[in-house]
């Protein structure tokens, strides 16, 4: 069913889930099991006729908090684990037809406040290393739900990319005494170009060394290690920034632009890690209007990926875009 | 904003949380239309109906 499988080449655990096979696959409206469970129709996975924010444990998790004991047995050149940890949801609303662009400010805000919680309330898991606080939009990205919605994943382990920023981020620490992502931020904003958006606690930029065409981060001025690091204010900043660049997206073709939305803070091992600095990072598919950008040879066999575009033009391109900025 | 959540044991074992929150600063309406494609969102264009492009190199 589920297990984690160690790759001794890459260093890093896959999580087989074979049961995820027969999860639910584009439901009709009617059928939504993420909508409100409505009198005398069939019940959804929330018992309740409207809700307002809401999250529960996946019905088809990758990671559980009992798991199964795995159906192979392991070496010590291949070991395996229980998948243990937990997958949830979060119902952004009960409004099937709609999505953060669309939500109105507080909304957003009320899910920074959801993520704050979901996140110190998994971190402090015996068994969870990292939570993981995410977003899938978009038939393109692989969504089989298209109730607006968004995951946490809480590992039981630190993920590989998390693993390799954390590595660089305390080696520049090291070496110069300063947060990395400080400096990254500080020098975008004295270079300005890719600057998309900013406001008093956060800044939206198409990082130097973008990946996709209209990649774009979301640093916080702060440092901050996690999402409970920031007070009232500054998550009302964030919730602002992170509803004017849905909103761009949206804007640059006039349809709703699917895109991977992650967050990036420290991991909840019990260790400290003063050097990383919270951020958000999207990841729009599309690298323009009617093409897709495909992780293909060099970006799934190689890690090396190839941007057809320069951050500097799509930076000026998505401040353009409505809301102008 | 404070929050407020009720945890809730389904029967097939999972928890589910229900948040609701007090003094929200300024409780704007949720957009309630069911059809998005003809609805602006908050900028200045409307969102049309989309269909994904197929694979292309």
């Known amino acids: 069913m589920s297990e984690l499988r160690w790759n001794p080449v890459l260093e890093e655990w896959v999580i087989t889930a074979t049961h995820r096979q027969d999860r639910t696959f584009f439901p009709p409206p009617e059928y939504c099991p993420l909508c409100p469970t409505k009198p005398g129709a069939f019940p959804t996975e929330v018992p309740a006729e409207d809700y307002d924010l809401v999250v529960f444990e996946n019905k088809f998790p990758s990671l559980r908090p009992n798991p199964p004991e795995p159906s192979v047995e392991g070496t010590d050149l291949l070991p395996v684990r229980p998948a243990a940890g937990v997958c949830e949801v979060v119902l952004y609303s009960s409004n099937h037809n709609t999505e953060l662009a669309r939500m109105p400010l507080s909304k957003i805000e009320k899910l920074v406040y959801v993520w704050a919680d979901r996140f110190e309330e998994l971190g402090q898991r015996p068994e969870v290393e990292y939570v993981f606080l995410f977003e899938n939009k978009g038939k393109e990205i692989g969504v089989t739900l298209t109730h607006p919605h968004g995951q946490i994943y809480a590992y039981p382990f630190i993920p590989p990319i998390l693993q390799r920023e954390l590595t660089g981020c305390k080696k520049h620490f090291v070496a110069h005494g300063e947060c990395l992502l400080c400096r990254i931020l500080r020098d975008e904003l004295a270079d300005g170009r890719r600057i998309v958006a900013q406001n008093d606690s956060f800044v939206a930029l198409l990082p130097f060394y973008a990946r996709y065409p209209y990649e774009v981060h979301l640093f916080a001025r702060p440092h901050h290690n996690a999402i409970t690091d920031f007070n009232p204010a500054e998550r009302r900043h964030l919730a602002e920034l992170l509803h004017t660049i849905v909103n761009k997206y949206n804007n640059l073709w006039g349809f709703s632009l699917p895109y991977i939305m992650v967050t990036h803070q420290r991991p909840t091992d019990g260790q400290d890690y003063p050097y990383y600095h919270f951020h958000i990072e999207f990841y729009p598919p599309y690298r323009t209007q009617d093409k897709l950008k495909y992780l293909a040879g060099s970006e799934a066999g190689a890690g090396a990926y190839i941007n057809d575009t320069h951050a500097e033009e799509k930076a000026q391109i998505l401040r353009d875009a409505a809301p102008k900025t | ?57």
């Open chain 2, 1 to 57: 904003m404070e929050l407020h959540k009720e945890r809730v044991l389904k029967e097939d074992g999972r928890y589910l949380y229900f948040y609701t929150f007090s003094d929200v600063a300024e409780e704007e309406p949720e957009e309630e239309d069911d059809e998005p494609e003809e609805d602006a969102p908050s900028g200045d264009l409307q969102l049309k109906p989309h269909k994904p492009p197929t694979p292309n190199d």
